[in-house]
């Protein structure tokens, strides 16, 4: 399997990077929060993840290797797959993930798009004895501090290549759709992407 990918970001998409390594553009699905980091003509190295499915495979890529442990781990709790997972590390920081399943923190969980409360039940019951303690190690999560889907926008349209200014403008006219303490990031980037192609 491929463990990591290394080389030049050639195109950026709402939900996805495009990295030339070798001649070849592998298209690898990322979150909002490691998109903001990529930019277009400069090189990156990006931990991996392949899912083998009977009619696809797909690569998904990660800031780093701590999201990408977590990601594997919790698909081994049943009902959870890689948009599930991937939809907790968007979400959560890695130790955020450890702390609300150490402390039985449904709360927490169900702030992910896709999981429930009898879903975050069963990652907790299942993951408790396997997830490990928090490491302590600083993340930016998407769940602290004021209106933090404002910064997960702004960050992924910068990325894409806005200016800040517009991309400001662009959160603006968003901001009336992010209802709910844990908007939408992806829906958001998506609605402010549009509001974009309009202006």
Known sequence: MIAFVRGNVAALTVSSAVVEVGGIGLELMCTPGTLAQLRTGHQATLPTSMIVREDSMTLYGFADDEEKVIFELVQTAS???????????AVLSPDGVRTAIATDDVKTLTKVPGIGQKGAQRIILELKDRIGAPTGVAHASTTTGAAPWRDQVHQGLVGLGYNPRDAEKAVDAVADQASGTSPDVGALLRAALSSLSKA
Request: charged fraction near 10%; avoid cysteine; aromatic fraction near 0%.
């Open 79 to 89: 009902g959870v797959g890689p948009k599930v997972a991937q939809a907790i590390v």
